[in-house]
């Protein structure tokens, strides 16, 4: 589509449809928080997000990953966000959390109001990656519940890279979020391959997933893109499940002393 009709759609789609708030639902407006997040919900974002996003070893299994980085921590809000997304058929919020992405982890400018696009000034001429991929779902899916998809496109257009889709999986997976690290790893060894016929030879590629829980499933596609000649991976997703750090956590309420009744 030609980049001037694009534009002009997607503004008045943003018209007809005001963009809404992935942690909450509510209509963003004013100036949201890094272009995206609603006023109301600014602290909480704030709280959980990721810095800095690069992702702790220490906290994951990584073998074939490069770097990995994410924009929050999976708690809350934004694991709330993001189930809407993916389990509760509100997938256009994957828009706000790619332009997060964009902004916390590459440095982006937010979006001057609600609903346009983050601007990535790449200063030094050197494109970040050659392409951008997505990883491959479990089970078929539609693309528009296909939040990695979803997710790489919008970074695509952003950072102004190639959205490729080589990876498929080899036999059945099951639910990584069922499972302890050992069977994590288990799982999806040797669970991920490139179609026939891919070549990335000599190309950086940057991964997108939504949530990096121990790093196997990232680690197991990175291997599939190694195997196609792919130079490097790095992942990338909307938040990591880590502890909190304990300035991070929510303050427990306080308990409520209840006097005694005199009058008994």
Request: hydrophobic share 40%; charged share 20%.
């Amino acid at each position: 589509m030609n980049p001037q009709v694009e534009a002009a759609a997607e503004r008045l789609i943003n018209l007809l449809y005001p963009r809404r708030c992935p942690l909450c639902g509510g209509v963003v407006y004013g100036t949201p928080w890094n272009g995206a997040v609603c006023s109301d919900c600014a602290r909480e974002a704030d709280r959980l997000c990721h810095q800095p996003p690069r992702l702790p070893a220490t906290e994951h299994e990584f073998y074939a990953v490069n770097t990995a980085a994410g924009a929050f921590y999976y708690a809350d809000g934004v694991r709330h966000g993001i189930l809407l997304c993916k389990e509760f058929g509100k997938p256009w919020f994957a828009r706000e959390f790619a332009d997060l992405i964009a902004v916390l982890v590459y440095g982006a400018e937010p979006a001057p109001v609600p609903g346009r696009m983050p601007v990535y000034q790449n200063l030094t001429g050197i494109p970040l990656y050659h392409a951008i991929v997505p990883v491959v779902p479990r089970e078929k899916r539609h693309p528009a519940d296909n939040l990695p998809l979803l997710l790489a496109r919008r970074l695509g257009r952003i950072l102004d890279l190639p959205v490729l889709c080589p990876l498929v999986t080899t036999r059945s997976i099951r639910p990584q979020k069922t499972l302890d690290l050992a069977q994590r790893q288990k799982n999806t060894n040797g669970a991920y391959a490139c179609r026939p016929g891919t070549d990335l030879t000599s190309k950086r590629i940057l991964l997108v997933d939504d949530i990096i829980t121990s790093g196997s499933t990232v680690s197991a596609c990175a291997l599939a893109l190694l195997a196609a000649g792919a130079v490097a991976v790095d992942a990338v997703c909307i938040a990591a499940a880590e502890d909190l750090p304990r300035e991070k956590q929510k303050p427990k309420p306080a308990k409520r002393k209840f006097k005694e009744n005199s009058h008994q």
